[in-house]
């Protein structure tokens, strides 16, 4: 009896109605705000939820690259917030400094995300600057990217700075691998002009490394956090 009330402790969600409070709701919520919000804004709400091939009428192979890229920050994403929250459990303070460590990562992750999802890095200055007015918009734009990227490398700095003493016991290669992969695709997309040879092979193809390593070095993290909280947690039943 005590064996099935511990394992009916370990779930997430206790019963049906903890999960449509917690997260059917929530979603409800969210999509009427949404609808609120781009009918306010004069935007049909099927622009949100229509495939972008289907409406340009493009090969559904467009963009496949891109979408993986972004399945991969995805996963990055999810793996490291999870196995924060699994660990946090454990108790003790070097656990917990494990936890703020992928937490943060998990996060930070996040942010990229969206970027890369919504093409932040190549939109956000256009409310306050009209590209059109410029002879050759190539320069200004490659401006305002380079202070985004810029921002990017200053707030990775201060990471890595703050958990340093945590990536010495990591394979801390691979995450400096995946941060040269990005840089080298940087300098392609803001130093090169766009039509020379390979340009998008090149700036896309390191781009795509520079996730694959980055999603690399954060399984690895949290795959062996995962396993010393298994090791040390013999006496639990998930059954």
């Keep these: 009896m005590d064996m099935q009330s511990d394992s009916l ?15 059917v709701l929530p979603t409800i919520i969210f999509l009427i705000v949404t609808q609120i919000i781009v009918k306010i804004q004069g935007i049909p709400f099927y622009q949100l939820v229509v495939d972008p091939n289907e409406i340009a009428k493009l090969p559904p192979y467009t963009g496949m690259i891109s979408m993986l890229g972004i399945l991969f920050w995805c996963a990055s994403a999810a793996t490291s917030i999870f196995s924060s929250f699994l660990i946090q459990k454990k108790g003790g303070l070097k656990s917990k400094k494990w936890s703020r ?15 890369d999802l919504f093409q932040i890095h190549e939109y956000y200055f256009r409310p306050f600057v009209d590209l059109s007015t410029f002879q050759n918009p190539s320069p200004i734009k490659n401006l305002f990217e380079a202070i985004f990227f810029a921002m990017y490398a200053i707030a990775i700095f201060i990471y ?3 958990f340093k003493s945590l990536f010495k016991k990591t394979n801390y290669n691979i995450l400096i691998l995946s941060l040269l992969f990005f840089v080298v695709s940087t300098i392609v997309d803001i130093a090169t002009p766009e039509k020379m040879f390979l340009h998008s092979t090149l700036e896309e193809g390191f781009k795509f490394l520079g996730i ?3 999603f690399s070095y954060f399984i690895d993290c949290c795959y062996e956090q995962i396993l010393f909280f298994v090791i040390n947690n013999k006496n639990l039943d998930f059954t």
């Design 9 to 23: 402790n370990t779930k997430l969600f206790k019963n049906l109605p903890s999960i449509i409070v917690k997260v």
């Design 101 to 115: 460590f992928l937490l943060f990562s998990g996060c930070i992750t996040l942010v990229i995300l969206f970027d």
């Design 160 to 162: 890595l700075f703050k």
């Design 212 to 214: 694959v390593t980055w």
